[in-house]
């Protein structure tokens, strides 16, 4: 199983950016999927999670402005970042709870994608 993120990049304040992460493999299922983030110098931190149903959380630092979806056929979470802040400047990682067949459930993660955030 591996989850491949994408949609990083440079953008200035006030602006937006569109994560995704696939997981791919031979997957039976998915449970929670989520988005954490680490800034240079700092502890890698939840920015929000979604469950299969679709329920969210978010830290209080995004809510209002970033938004998780998930697309459970596609086996894709998103994270539409809007009104995008120096402060959200970090490495954007993937998280998901996953069942490969044959397995057990475990959490994995994917590699990260640089968001920058210039003022």
């Known amino acids: 199983v591996q989850l491949q993120a994408s949609g990083g990049g440079l953008v200035q304040a006030g602006g937006s950016l569109r994560l995704s992460c696939v997981v791919s493999?031979?997957?039976?299922?998915?449970?929670?999927m989520a988005w954490y983030r680490q800034a240079p110098g700092k502890q890698r931190e939840l920015v929000a999670r979604a469950t299969h149903s679709g329920s969210t959380t978010y830290a209080d630092s995004v809510k209002g402005r970033f938004t998780i979806s998930r697309d459970n056929a596609e086996n894709t979470v998103y994270l539409q970042m809007n009104t995008l802040e120096p402060g959200d400047t970090a490495v954007y990682y993937c998280?998901?709870?996953?069942?490969?067949?044959?397995?057990?459930?475990?959490?994995?993660w994917g590699q990260g994608t640089l968001v920058t955030v210039s003022s």
């Open positions: 998280n998901a709870d996953v069942r490969p067949y044959g397995s057990s459930w475990y959490n994995t």
């Open positions: 493999g031979s997957i039976m299922a998915i449970n929670n």
